[in-house]
């Protein structure tokens, strides 16, 4: 399991004082007011940035970190991943789960027979779609709810689903 988490990704600066406009990749862009520092991935290596100033714009964050007071320090982190450690991460629910989790497990019918991979997750809004690469090479999407979805065993690395009718037509 991954000890950093994505929260966001820098997609453009704003103003010339070193703010950044980031798109949010938690369900709760609001939680970046509790956030006092992130770690961005440079791609090369990890920043520990402390966060000095959180305002929101549509549907963009826009951050002000410490150290950063020119558009010219900041415009190279563009495109950039923002990441927090498990422990600054919001609470689970019952039967929710990280999505990095997901991605990689294996998934089999509630008849104990092999359907594939889960390789990606959509978020549509009404519920989460699980897409899964069949062993054969085909894709299906599942919907993540309890009639389909039925356990997600992180230490096994199973997720067991019941294959609803017209799933695989």
Known sequence: MDNLLRVGVISSTHGVKGEVKVFPTTDDSARFKQLKKVILDTGREQMDLEIEGVKFFKNMVILKFKGYDSIDEIEKYKGKDLLITRDLAVKLGPDENFIIDLIGLL????????????TDVIKTGANDVYEVKMTDGREVLLPAIKECVLNVDLEKKVVTVHMMDGLLD
């Open 107 to 118: 998934v089999v019918k509630d008849d104990g027979e092999e359907l594939g991979t889960l």
